[in-house]
């Protein structure tokens, strides 16, 4: 699988709008209804991913601290399900429901909101504050399979804190890396070459 990392969008860009089917519920949910009061975390994800796989515990239980503070987490799955047909919606729901997920995982079958938001990795983690205004982007912590770094979530959670006082993140930003979005012939982006 190709490593990608993050695009590093601009800060302050105002979150992409989206109404996507959340595939435990089984019907459509968008931005604003699911957004936090003190901010949102959006996450594109897949279910196969090596490197999303390494991080879910850690990402549940981040989620769910942070939900009860006030930012909510929405997860995103917009890869291929022709060639991929693990991440497809159906794999999706029987992962949310194994995992018990308290975040809603969303089924972008156009791509569309994937490229709206520049993701090009799976994770890929996009912070806004109350204001749907972007503060963070980039990666969960140092933690990768196989680099004996201990999964912490230190940059999202100084990045959150920052949020919840109010605050601009001033430190470093560092992409995520991850395994490359599967793009459909037609959505492969500018900015994606590729290479599997």
Known sequence: MALRPSQMIPLGTTAPDFNLLDVVRNTKAGLHYLKGNKGTLVVFMCNHCPYVVYLLEALKK??????QKGIATIAISSNDVVHYPQDGPDEMKTLAL????????????????ALAYEAACTPDFYLFDADLKLQYRGRFDGARPGNDTPITGSDLTAAANAVLNGEAYTATQYPSMGCNIKWTEENTPSYFHQEN
């Open 98 to 113: 194994a995992q018990g997920f308290t975040f809603p995982y969303l089924y972008d079958a156009t791509q569309e909101v």
């Open 62 to 67: 981040w989620s769910h601290e942070h939900q």
